[in-house]
């Protein structure tokens, strides 16, 4: 399976931005879904991440309240929308796929999309 992340940018303070991860084959219902980061000169960080079939959501504290995971079963896609940006919040986001919320456990992994955020 590949996994094909789209939708970064740039965007001012206070913006919103939509990532895409498209997946090539479907993920079975244990699966989980799950985006990070990696800024800058810093080691990668859980975002947050969506169970394929229960649909429960997880999220890192700092982007709780503001990003929002989703997914579209009908298209394999995973959606995370961005809200309130803050230049913090610049980094390469990646979507992966695991078979639990352990970062460890996430070895499927797609290529990136730069996020940046001016002030």
């Known amino acids: 399976v590949q996994l094909q992340a789209s939708g970064g940018g740039l965007v001012q303070t206070g913006g919103s931005l939509r990532l895409s991860c498209a997946a090539s084959g479907r993920p079975y219902s244990s699966h989980v879904m799950g985006w990070f980061r990696q800024a800058p000169g810093k080691d990668r960080e859980f975002v947050a991440a969506i169970r394929w079939g229960s649909l429960r959501t997880y999220y890192a504290d700092s982007v709780k309240g503001r990003f929002a995971i989703s997914r579209d079963s009908a298209k394999n896609t995973v959606y995370l929308q961005m809200n309130s940006l803050n230049p913090e919040d610049t980094a390469v986001y990646y979507c992966?796929?695991?078979?639990?919320?352990?970062?460890?456990?996430?070895?499927?992994w797609g290529q990136g999309t730069l996020v940046t955020v001016s002030s």
């Open positions: 992966a796929r695991g078979t639990s919320t352990a970062t460890s456990d996430f070895r499927v």
